[in-house]
């Protein structure tokens, strides 16, 4: 019972927290800074995931060269949703013919 009274604490914080900033910033703009540490976190949160990912175990490499290819076709403006398919598509197919 604790257990889902600490569950259900832990949520309603977190909603409260996220739910704050549009209630504080309301209808004011961003100062240009602000809007480019935003624009800069998401590729800052996903290299993370990545090495979390990646590196936490043995280094496969068919999953390396995946991820390589979605910033490769990333860098080349593809859109993401392509990039990702493309990444899932040459990790598959190199764990086929090498095993």
């Not at 209630?23 to 290299?47: F, H, S, V, W």
């Not at 860098?75 to 013919?97: E, N, Q």
Request: hydrophobic share 65%; charged share 10%; glycine share 8%.
């Amino acid at each position: 019972m604790r257990v889902w009274l600490s569950v259900l604490a832990v949520t309603v914080i977190s909603w409260l927290m996220k739910a704050s900033a549009p209630l504080i910033i309301g209808q004011r703009k961003l100062p240009p800074a602000a809007i480019r540490m935003t624009a800069l976190m998401a590729p800052a949160l996903l290299a993370g995931l990545i090495v979390t990912e990646l590196g936490g175990k043995e280094l496969d490499w068919t999953q390396l060269a995946g991820v390589g290819a979605a910033g490769v076709l990333s860098l080349a403006k593809v859109p993401m949703l392509v990039a990702v398919a493309a990444a899932i598509v040459v990790t598959a197919v190199l764990r086929l013919t090498v095993s």
